[in-house]
């Protein structure tokens, strides 16, 4: 599979080569369940606190590559969520409308998201990141590989053309369940202004300067909360961006050359703040700050 996506254009959707596109979302997603570092899923199919309960298996039917989910102790499953109703094939049902199984085949969840507004796609460097390397990148924490790989530039690229990734159990809970082109819209003219910078500043010297692609870091988790749900159009993610983009096209941020990628805690602490209600807006600005200084020493 490695070898296919190093020939294939990056984002790819699922109308060119339906089967890997729906072969890729199942073993990425197939990889992440059980793991308590990765798997967003599982908690969405029962009402207890239960770890690693479920069983899959990829298969094939009527032609569809797909994945098949089911209790290791056979009990019946739980939704939580109704827009699992755009997810889940029919046949996942017995004779008594049980949920016995969750049936999944993402061409027809990508035709279904079409229909919605979204073009879902597979993210040939991000899937081999986080699913086929050896070591995996654990893209639910701060890494120096989504820091060197300049996701920001990516992401933004995303939003502009209202794609998806769909190869992960991040993607669905935090991106598909509860989409809404119109509301994801809302923000798009600062999509609009995003990417010309960010292509521009990243061209030059600055391409490398580790200071410069950390705050690039920044604005593509910004960027990434602004495509979940529960972010949508938010005032504060959004004047952060915009704070950071000039910051990037500046003058005031040293240029640096290292070898290895530090986040500081500030990062943390930032998004923390920006993400929660009970933190003001000067805390944020503050926090910022603290975080331009930690990553110029």
Same mark, same amino acid.
């Given at each position: 599979?490695?070898?296919?996506?190093?020939s294939?254009s990056?984002?790819?959707?699922?109308?060119g $080569?339906?089967a890997?596109a729906?072969?890729?979302t199942? *073993?990425?997603?197939?990889?992440?369940l059980g793991?308590k570092?990765? $798997? +967003?899923?599982?908690?969405f199919?029962?009402?207890?606190?239960?770890?690693d309960?479920l069983?899959s298996d990829i =298969?094939?039917?009527?032609?569809? =590559?797909?994945l098949?989910?089911f209790?290791?102790?056979?009990?019946?499953?739980?939704?939580?969520h109704?827009d699992?109703a755009?997810l889940?094939?029919?046949d996942?049902?017995n004779e008594?409308? %049980?949920?016995?199984? =969750?049936l999944?085949?993402?061409?027809?969840?990508?035709?279904t998201?079409r229909? +919605?507004?979204?073009?879902?796609?597979?993210v040939?460097?991000?899937?081999?990141?986080?699913?086929l390397d %050896?070591d995996?990148?654990?893209?639910?924490? !701060?890494?120096?590989?989504?820091?060197?790989n300049?996701?920001?530039l990516?992401?933004v690229?995303?939003?502009l053309?209202?794609?998806?990734?769909f190869?992960g159990t &991040?993607?669905? *809970?935090? &991106?598909?369940?509860?989409a809404?082109?119109?509301?994801y819209?809302i923000l798009?003219?600062?999509?609009?202004e995003?990417?010309?910078?960010?292509n521009?500043v990243?061209q030059g010297?600055?391409r490398?300067?580790?200071s410069?692609? @950390?705050v690039s870091? @920044?604005?593509?988790?910004? @960027?990434?909360d602004?495509?979940?749900?529960?972010w949508?159009a938010? !005032?504060?993610?959004?004047?952060?961006?915009r704070?950071?983009l000039a910051v990037?096209?500046?003058?005031? @941020?040293k240029?640096?050359?290292k070898?290895e *990628? =530090?986040?500081?805690?500030?990062?943390h602490?930032?998004m923390?703040?920006?993400?929660?209600?009970?933190?003001?807006?000067?805390?944020v600005?503050?926090l910022?700050?603290e975080f331009?200084?930690?990553?110029a020493?």
């Amino acid at each position: 599979m490695a070898e296919k996506l190093n020939s294939l254009s990056e984002p790819f959707g699922f109308e060119g $080569d339906p089967a890997l596109a729906s072969l890729c979302t199942a *073993v990425g997603i197939q990889s992440e369940l059980g793991k308590k570092d990765f $798997d +967003r899923l599982s908690p969405f199919f029962t009402n207890e606190s239960e770890e690693d309960f479920l069983k899959s298996d990829i =298969i094939i039917q009527d032609g569809k =590559i797909g994945l098949r989910l089911f209790r290791k102790d056979q009990k019946n499953l739980q939704v939580r969520h109704p827009d699992f109703a755009y997810l889940i094939d029919k046949d996942s049902f017995n004779e008594q409308e %049980e949920l016995a199984q =969750i049936l999944i085949f993402p061409m027809d969840i990508a035709e279904t998201y079409r229909r +919605r507004g979204f073009q879902l796609v597979i993210v040939p460097t991000w899937l081999k990141s986080s699913v086929l390397d %050896e070591d995996a990148v654990k893209y639910f924490y !701060a890494n120096s590989w989504e820091v060197r790989n300049n996701i920001a530039l990516t992401q933004v690229n995303l939003m502009l053309n209202q794609q998806l990734p769909f190869f992960g159990t &991040h993607d669905i *809970v935090d &991106h598909l369940l509860g989409a809404d082109i119109n509301q994801y819209n809302i923000l798009r003219m600062l999509y609009c202004e995003s990417a010309p910078i960010l292509n521009r500043v990243f061209q030059g010297e600055k391409r490398s300067s580790l200071s410069h692609l @950390l705050v690039s870091y @920044l604005i593509g988790v910004l @960027l990434d909360d602004l495509a979940q749900p529960k972010w949508y159009a938010s !005032a504060r993610h959004s004047q952060l961006v915009r704070t950071a983009l000039a910051v990037t096209e500046g003058n005031s @941020l040293k240029i640096l050359q290292k070898d290895e *990628v =530090i986040i500081p805690n500030s990062f943390h602490r930032l998004m923390t703040a920006v993400r929660s209600e009970y933190f003001s807006q000067k805390c944020v600005d503050a926090l910022f700050e603290e975080f331009l200084w930690e990553i110029a020493l």
